[in-house]
């Protein structure tokens, strides 16, 4: 751990503000220029798209898909209603 060559810049880098998902600050260098590191969101490019991408619902939890899948259910039951008349 005491390499002379690459220690003390990586030392006295600033340190990554974000959490760690067991709660403690992450210790990774934050990017330069930024407050977090390249896996907490300081790499160029990372964030959110432009426009509002983020919003658009498709696959599982669409409008149409939740429609959908209530259909099915209310068909089940009934179809289980009829076989526990017979």
Do not use: F, V
């Not at 006295?12 to 330069?32: E, F, I, L």
């Not at 390249?38 to 490019?45: D, Q, S």
């Not at 959110?48 to 089940?76: F, I, T, V």
Request: with cysteine; proline share 6%.
């Amino acid at each position: 751990m005491t390499h002379p060559r690459n220690t003390g810049p990586m030392r006295a880098a600033q340190r990554c503000g974000a959490k760690t998902r067991s709660g403690q600050p992450c210790r990774a260098p934050a990017a330069n220029g930024k407050g977090r590191c390249r896996m907490h969101g300081g790499a160029k490019g990372s964030g959110a798209p432009l426009g509002n991408q983020n919003a658009l619902k498709h696959g599982l939890y669409s409008r149409e898909h939740l429609g959908w899948r209530r259909e099915m259910n209310a068909l089940l039951r009934e179809i289980n209603d009829t076989l526990d008349e017979l």
